[in-house]
């Protein structure tokens, strides 16, 4: 599969280096609105300061956007207009109409669209989806859950640069820990039945005058697991000053804690000692997260499928919460 990159970020270092470490996919073409960016690429790459004379001359089967959040929409309306596959780094757009308006612009011209849900392809997720698929621990049924994201991106009054090209604290980590809930409440399965996760409350703090949509935002849903109800909290959050990113899972018989930032699991089942798991490898966690994504993409791009559902039902729940 050949790709090509739009938005040569921060985030497209970590998705060039995923590149190299993935069979079947191959770096074609890229495209910044900044020239300066082309360095960054390798020799084999061809740099393109124009997007339509990209989109008219690229070979390429895909288009990976990596540019600010707030441009998703009109850029990948953009490659979607040229009949041409889009592929949208996480969240898709940032409202309800948006995402509608994408989803029937690709569907009109029959073209998948995918979104790059990275975190939930976290090392430790895996992990944890292969121990439950196993029946490795006798934990029970899934009773609750609670997912925090948060990072430093609110000091001193101030946004700081990392919260640059970033939505807002919710539409930015909401996306993530949902697409990671949806990979661990149906261990059996990278899609997730609308019925089995559920908009209870949504809370949201925003500034006036700071350019982002929310420095924190906290959502409540219903799950069904097991045909049983159970209830769960995300919390994501710019103003806490760190970078702390943890779900846990209580089940029955004990709880699951992974983090995100850290790549490892802790299991306390009650009446036995705690278990610590670290996953890190030598590679940073965001080259892990887009390894695979691309798994995902090459084994969905041969089978002609897309993740337009889960795209739906993730952002459906992600922008209730904003609306609640
Ligand atoms: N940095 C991270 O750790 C991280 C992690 C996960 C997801 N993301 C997401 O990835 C996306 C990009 O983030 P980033 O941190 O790489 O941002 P960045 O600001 O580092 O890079 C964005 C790049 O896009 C270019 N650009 C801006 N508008 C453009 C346009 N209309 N057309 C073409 N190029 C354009 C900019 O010149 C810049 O090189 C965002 O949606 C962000 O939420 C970032």
Same mark, same amino acid.
């Given at each position: 599969m050949r790709i090509a990159l739009i938005g040569i970020g921060k985030i497209a270092n970590y998705q060039m280096q995923a590149i190299t470490h993935t069979e079947g996919i191959q770096l074609v073409d890229a495209h910044d !609105?900044?020239? +300066?960016?082309?360095?960054?690429?390798?020799?084999?790459v061809t740099f393109y300061d124009n997007l339509d004379i990209l989109l008219k001359r690229s070979k390429a089967d895909a288009f990976l956007i990596s540019t600010p959040t707030n441009s998703h929409f009109e850029v990948a309306m953009k490659v979607i207009e040229a009949d041409r596959v889009a592929i949208v780094e996480k969240?898709?757009?940032?409202n309800q109409e948006q995402m509608d308006a994408l989803m029937t612009a690709a569907r009109t011209r029959k073209l998948p669209l995918y979104t790059?849900?990275?975190?939930?392809?976290?090392r430790e997720v895996d992990w944890w989806r292969e121990q439950r698929e196993a029946q490795n621990?006798?934990?029970?049924?899934l009773i609750g859950f609670e997912s925090c994201f948060a990072d430093p991106y609110f000091m001193d009054g101030k946004l700081t !640069?990392?919260? +640059?090209?970033?939505?807002g604290a919710w539409i930015d980590s909401g996306a993530s820990s949902l697409s990671i809930l949806a990979r661990l409440i149906n261990p059996g399965s990278c899609l997730i039945d609308p019925d089995t996760l559920a908009l209870v409350d949504g809370r949201m703090t925003a500034i006036p005058?700071?350019?982002?949509?929310?420095?924190q935002g906290l959502g409540i849903y219903r799950f069904k697991a097991g045909g049983h109800n159970g209830y769960g909290m995300v919390d994501t959050n710019w103003t806490l000053g760190k970078n702390y990113k943890t779900t846990r899972l209580w089940y029955e018989n004990g709880v699951i804690e992974l983090d995100h930032a850290k790549e490892y699991g802790r299991l306390r089942l009650a009446g036995q000692e705690e278990l610590v798991f670290n996953l890190a490898t030598d590679k940073p966690r965001l080259v892990n997260h887009y390894c695979g994504v691309f798994a995902n993409l090459t084994e969905m791009h041969a089978q002609g499928e897309d993740n337009k559902e889960l795209t739906e039902v993730l952002h459906r729940l992600l922008f209730a919460a904003m609306r609640s």
């Amino acid at each position: 599969m050949r790709i090509a990159l739009i938005g040569i970020g921060k985030i497209a270092n970590y998705q060039m280096q995923a590149i190299t470490h993935t069979e079947g996919i191959q770096l074609v073409d890229a495209h910044d !609105l900044d020239p +300066v960016k082309a360095e960054e690429l390798p020799g084999s790459v061809t740099f393109y300061d124009n997007l339509d004379i990209l989109l008219k001359r690229s070979k390429a089967d895909a288009f990976l956007i990596s540019t600010p959040t707030n441009s998703h929409f009109e850029v990948a309306m953009k490659v979607i207009e040229a009949d041409r596959v889009a592929i949208v780094e996480k969240p898709l757009c940032t409202n309800q109409e948006q995402m509608d308006a994408l989803m029937t612009a690709a569907r009109t011209r029959k073209l998948p669209l995918y979104t790059a849900f990275h975190p939930s392809y976290g090392r430790e997720v895996d992990w944890w989806r292969e121990q439950r698929e196993a029946q490795n621990f006798d934990v029970g049924r899934l009773i609750g859950f609670e997912s925090c994201f948060a990072d430093p991106y609110f000091m001193d009054g101030k946004l700081t !640069l990392g919260a +640059v090209g970033k939505a807002g604290a919710w539409i930015d980590s909401g996306a993530s820990s949902l697409s990671i809930l949806a990979r661990l409440i149906n261990p059996g399965s990278c899609l997730i039945d609308p019925d089995t996760l559920a908009l209870v409350d949504g809370r949201m703090t925003a500034i006036p005058d700071l350019k982002c949509a929310q420095v924190q935002g906290l959502g409540i849903y219903r799950f069904k697991a097991g045909g049983h109800n159970g209830y769960g909290m995300v919390d994501t959050n710019w103003t806490l000053g760190k970078n702390y990113k943890t779900t846990r899972l209580w089940y029955e018989n004990g709880v699951i804690e992974l983090d995100h930032a850290k790549e490892y699991g802790r299991l306390r089942l009650a009446g036995q000692e705690e278990l610590v798991f670290n996953l890190a490898t030598d590679k940073p966690r965001l080259v892990n997260h887009y390894c695979g994504v691309f798994a995902n993409l090459t084994e969905m791009h041969a089978q002609g499928e897309d993740n337009k559902e889960l795209t739906e039902v993730l952002h459906r729940l992600l922008f209730a919460a904003m609306r609640s």
